[in-house]
């Protein structure tokens, strides 16, 4: 299986900051990534796809790259409602679905 | 638009059975690839099984002979029968639609709300 690796696992931010996560595949799977917020006690909400695709409603200020193993998340402002857990996701056609550890997004 | 919600969960002894469901609205879930995602108490994400549009189904090598994914177009729900459950299967249960672009399914564009799944004695 490939392994997902996030880093860093707990960030510290204020509002209005530029915020990056990363993720690491154990080997390419291409563009095949997505990326997802989650608030305590809610279910996961996708933001991109395809590495890069922001899903529709999804504000601008999030943005992702990255190709074959190494991936990025980016907030460019840090807004209160982007306080959570971010979540990436590879999806290889012949892999199984797998997600990285999570990083968690706090008030610095 | 599209709703998921998942009922069934519970307190149920090591060694016993459950049956989650997922009642779907907005679209079929003969349509698309639909999948079942878990989340331990304070922990990360997991995939648990898939099953395809052709009726084909995967799943993770930690309840792979345990647990089995199902649906039923007539009801529009999936399903996942779970058995020989053990602690380390206590969980959210969540139900997800998985989206398809660019050629490719496999990402989680909707989901439900989740289920707990408790297994203690």
């Known amino acids: ?108 | 638009e599209v709703q998921l919600v998942e009922s069934g969960g519970g307190l149920v002894q090591p060694g016993g059975s459950l049956r989650l469901s997922c009642a779907a609205s907005g679209f079929r879930v003969s349509d698309k690839y639909m999948s079942w995602v878990r989340q331990a108490p304070g922990k990360g994400l997991e995939w648990v099984s898939v099953i395809h549009i052709g009726g084909s189904t995967k799943y993770a090598d930690s309840v792979k002979g345990r647990f089995t994914i199902s649906r039923d177009s007539s009801k529009n729900t999936l399903d996942l029968q779970m058995n020989s459950l053990r602690v380390e299967d206590t969980a959210v249960y969540y139900c997800a639609r998985e989206g398809y672009s660019y050629g490719l399914t496999g990402y989680f564009d909707n989901w439900g709300q989740g289920t707990l799944v408790t297994v203690s004695s």
Do not use: H, N
């Open chain 1, 1 to 108: 299986d490939i392994q997902m690796t996030q880093s860093p696992s707990t960030l510290s931010a204020s509002i209005g900051d530029r915020v990056t996560i990363t993720c690491r595949a154990s080997r390419s799977i291409s563009s095949w990534l997505a990326w997802y917020q989650q608030k305590p006690g809610k279910a996961p909400k996708l933001l991109i796809y395809k590495a890069f695709t922001l899903e529709s409603g999804v504000p601008s200020r999030f943005s992702g790259s990255g190709s074959g193993t190494d991936f990025s998340l980016t907030i460019t402002s840090l807004q209160p409602d982007d306080f959570a857990t971010y979540y990436c996701q590879q999806y290889d056609t012949y892999s199984p679905r797998t997600f990285g550890q999570g990083t968690k997004v706090e008030i610095k």
